[in-house]
């Protein structure tokens, strides 16, 4: 972006709109901007290389040379490891640059899985896949901290929720909970609070704020046996969460596309309650007790709650919104046993509603023409569900359809407009 | 933190990261040193591991054995003691909670009981042999061309016992390393 200013000043300059100058000035207030920033191509390029070799040795070794013996294998298993190691080892002594500690360290970390899957194979280990990535991370944590490495953050984010993955959906797990999950992600934590505290504005934070809540949305069913009870509750709990913690100020005041936790929770809400919004979900749903999952639904229940009354403590919330409390319609619902189909399908299907109109109500106030469309998607997303169940009639769901196009027409041409009229205010 | 102490923590995790797999190492090579080597007549099917390649996984003759009143439970650690049958091959001769403390033994774990039979089904631990990746199939159809031979099951598993660790070792076909055996 930058490098596009720098290229448009001798044409600002011809046509007068800025003196030589400044100019100058800018172009100097760049190039010495751009020193002081590391080479970030450098360090992508760098951790890029190291996983692809990385990955690739692990591929090699996994081919099982036969014609080497035990000991060229067991030789062969250390030394990516050592070379891993020494480089490593160098850039932290040398105090090497960031782009260096990042790639050697994902290098390191491809190194120490491919050690100690070459030593299982070759004294025919089983361990399941589970335990082997359990083992790996462990040791490969403190590395993180001592590079600083968001690279290693982000690998054992991965894995920790592949480990979780193959403890709670893999094949030889039957009523088997990935508790070591939550451990996993603790010791993790750390390092993205400090990346929080000091680089909220990186776009490496960014990544963070969306892998968080991608990898809890993948977890959350493997703590659970069975989905299909109080799944719907706990997810839809779990996304209200993701919401209430992407309205809290400081992720709020920033850029939408950096606000993962937001964008999961609204859009996770909405399909959620897309699929609760058909007449046969309500028959199959039955709150069980007793279960793990109502106890998972119990603590998210709690921490949504907690958050909300903090946000209220702090005056942080302004204006009612209707996303943020709409679990505890549904708590209610399921507490209360309310889960007559017909009343709880009539419900999801207003609360539907409701959300799409308040999401286009945010859109015009912050003047924000996704947010405004987002709205307008989630009523004909509802209005087509609603198009497969056959009870309604043929001309019903025709005006239905004609009246969500106007509104898209309508909102979009008054928010131009408006739009409009404020430009010409600002002349 | 100075550099000095980041480098002196990195040196101590560095030698974890080589600890693990070398005291992997030495327990395999103890228990195939001093363990007492046993036959286990198996089944071989090829599956394979994203990280560790191509195995064959093997299913063992010996995966049950007639139980007395006691209760098991699911996944639970069972001892099976062993000793050699008059052909030389490993047969299970009793089962407890606890670890002998005569007889060879493996620790095996609990896959299921028969309650109306009276029988309780575990799986032996050594059940993945890792093999070059083009030969694990090859293995897989010549342990079955092998079979079609008028012989009883003639495919076994070497594997040495000590403490009731064991180590897989090889897996021969008609007394034939498999992978030599597929090479033929």
């Known amino acids: 972006m930058n490098s596009r200013l720098i290229k448009e000043l001798p044409e600002l300059v011809a046509n007068n709109v800025i003196s030589h100058d400044v100019a100058a000035k800018i172009e100097d207030y760049y190039s010495t901007k751009q020193t002081e920033t590391p080479n970030r191509l450098f360090a992508i390029f760098g951790v890029l290389g190291s996983l692809l070799v990385g990955l690739g040795i692990i591929l090699i070794l996994a081919h099982n040379w036969d014609h080497f013996n035990r000991m060229t294998k067991t030789i062969l298993a250390f030394i990516p490891l050592l070379i891993g190691q020494v480089i490593v080892g160098f850039s932290i002594l040398k105090e090497k640059s960031q782009a260096w500690k990042e790639a050697s360290g994902t290098f390191l970390f491809f190194a120490v899985g491919s050690s100690i899957a070459l030593v299982s194979q070759i004294y025919n280990i089983p361990g399941n896949l589970s335990t082997y990535i359990l083992t790996w991370i462990a040791i490969c944590l403190p590395v993180m901290y001592l590079l600083k490495s968001n690279m290693l953050a982000i690998l054992h984010l991965v894995f920790s929720t592949y480990y979780a993955f193959e403890v709670g959906y893999g094949h030889f797990s039957i009523d088997e909970t990935p508790w070591l999950y939550l451990l996993l992600i603790a010791l993790a934590l750390p390092h993205y609070l400090e990346l929080l505290k000091h680089k909220a504005s990186h776009n490496i934070t960014s990544i963070f704020n969306w892998l968080y809540p991608l990898s809890f949305t993948i977890v959350l069913g493997a703590f659970v046996n069975d989905l299909s009870e109080l799944g719907f509750l706990m997810y839809l709990l779990l996304f209200s969460l993701f919401y209430n913690i992407g309205k809290l100020p400081y992720f709020d005041d920033q850029k939408l596309r950096r606000n993962g936790y937001l964008i999961f929770g609204s859009l996770g809400i909405i399909i959620l309650m897309l699929i609760m919004s058909f007449d046969d979900f309500w028959f199959v749903e039955q709150l069980l007790f007793n279960a793990q999952e109502s106890y998972v639904s119990f603590v998210l229940a709690i921490a949504n709650v907690m958050l909300l009354i903090w946000s209220y403590n702090r005056q942080w919330i302004k204006s009612f919104n209707l996303f943020q409390y709409v679990f505890i319609v549904f708590l209610i619902m399921y507490l209360f046993q309310l889960n007559l189909p017909t009343i709880g399908t009539l419900i999801v299907n207003v609360l539907i509603f409701v959300l799409g109109l308040t999401t286009v109500k945010i859109g015009v106030d912050k003047f924000h023409f996704g947010i405004l469309n987002y709205g307008l998607c989630i009523v004909t997303a509802l209005v087509i569900c609603r198009f497969f169940d056959t009870n309604i009639s043929f001309v019903v769901r025709g005006l239905l359809f004609v009246g969500v196009g106007v509104g898209f027409f309508l909102t979009n041409y008054i928010m131009l407009q408006k739009q409009k009229r404020n430009k010409e205010q600002l002349k | ?184």
């Open chain 2, 1 to 184: 933190m100075k550099t000095k102490h980041i480098f002196i923590l990195f040196v101590i995790v560095a030698l974890v990261q080589i600890g693990i797999p070398a005291q992997m190492i030495w327990n395999r090579e103890s228990i195939l040193d001093t363990g007492k080597a046993f036959k286990f007549k198996t089944q071989p099917v090829d599956p394979s591991d994203p990280f560790k390649g191509k195995y064959i996984y093997l299913n063992y003759e010996m995966n049950s054995f007639p139980s007395s009143q006691e209760t098991w439970k699911r996944g639970e650690d069972i001892y099976v003691s062993i000793s050699e049958d008059s052909l030389g091959f490993a047969k299970a001769i009793a089962i407890t909670k606890k670890a002998p403390k005569q007889q060879a033994y493996v620790k095996a774990t609990v896959d299921w009981s028969v309650n109306n039979k009276k029988e309780i089904r575990f799986s032996l631990p050594f059940t993945e042999f890792y093999m070059e990746e083009n030969k694990a199939y090859d293995a897989e159809i010549a342990h079955r061309n092998a079979q079609r031979d008028s012989l009883p099951n003639n495919t076994y598993a070497l594997v040495y016992v000590k403490e009731g660790e064991a180590v897989l070792a090889n897996v021969f076909i008609n007394d034939i390393p498999i992978a030599e055996f597929v090479e033929q």
